[in-house]
């Protein structure tokens, strides 16, 4: 008889996909990066263009950005909420990340991330996330200095 | 119970929540609009703050005055996933109009929404409306952009 799994138990499993997550993406680690989306994720990153399509394309990506810090990175999660339901969870939070750029400088800021998952054949895989700032309407530019 | 990640009559209830949303944006229409979420919805909006809690009617309200003609409000690419309970959304919305100001403006931005069953009824519990900035040393908003 399968046993139904408890709101609880979905919920704490999603919180440990993220923070395997942010563990590869502290490395550097391309892999462990990858291991958590779903061949055809959609991604909306916070930078280069409007979306990815795919777990390909989405690499690249994750790739270059990579190349554009040298050590490790600062990915911190602040405020994590989660929701799930019948292998169906969306969790949202703030990002702390940032790292050495190519001249040197150590540089972090703040970030909101929306992250959405299915369950498919027991394992947890990210469908779908949005990272983003929000930007100045007089300015134009990004901002990613804003606090919490 | 196995996972339910392709329910079709949740999905069907869901497109027709973001379209009579979406109707209700394009309708300046405050209370129709504020009527789809949660009262504790948490929001990432284009504009700062980086998040806000609750439902700001007043500020919807105001944000709908700076545009007097028609409002252009469209949802394209809609893909959705939905369980019994929750449920998750990606679409590109594209934004029209002419502010106060006599300036008219185009922009495409991503939308994600999430939504939870509450007391029987869908609710968007989470909303997060973006555009990307460049990383050429600009940090400028990616307002431009066209899928």
Request: charged content about 25%; aromatic content about 10%; overall charge negative.
């Amino acid at each position: 008889m399968a046993l139904q799994m408890t709101r609880r138990d979905e919920k704490a499993e999603v919180r440990g996909l993220i923070e395997d997550w942010a563990k590869a993406a502290r490395a550097g680690d391309i892999e462990g990066i990858m291991a958590v989306y779903a061949p055809d994720i959609r991604s909306f990153d916070a930078i280069a263009q409007l979306q990815f399509k795919g777990a390909e394309a989405y690499r690249k990506h994750w790739q270059a950005c990579i190349a554009m810090c040298s050590g490790p990175m600062t990915f911190e999660i602040h405020d994590l909420g989660i929701e799930a339901g019948d292998g169906v969870a969306f969790g949202h939070y703030l990002l702390k990340c940032g790292g050495t750029g190519p001249n040197g400088k150590e540089q972090t800021g703040w970030m909101r991330v929306t992250v959405c998952c299915r369950n498919q054949g027991g394992r947890w895989m990210v469908a779908h996330e949005h990272f983003s700032a929000p930007f100045d309407m007089e300015s134009g530019k990004a901002l990613l200095g804003l606090e919490p | 119970m196995t996972a339910g990640n392709g329910n079709a009559a949740a999905e069907g209830e869901i497109r027709a929540l973001i379209e009579d949303w979406a109707k209700a944006m394009r309708a300046k229409d405050v209370d129709g609009v504020v009527s789809h979420f949660a009262a504790d919805i948490v929001t990432f909006d284009l504009a700062p703050p980086l998040l806000s809690t609750g439902v700001d009617a007043d500020g919807l309200q105001a944000w709908f005055s700076t545009w007097p003609g028609t409002l252009g409000y469209e949802i394209h690419d809609l893909k959705v996933t939905a369980g019994d309970d929750a449920a998750f959304c990606h679409c590109l919305t594209r934004l029209s109009g002419t502010k106060v100001d006599g300036e008219k403006h185009e922009v495409w931005f991503r939308e994600t929404l999430c939504l939870r069953k509450i007391g029987g009824a869908w609710k968007i519990a989470h909303q997060h409306e973006s555009v990307p900035f460049y990383m050429d040393g600009s940090y400028r908003a990616a307002v431009d952009l066209k899928p």
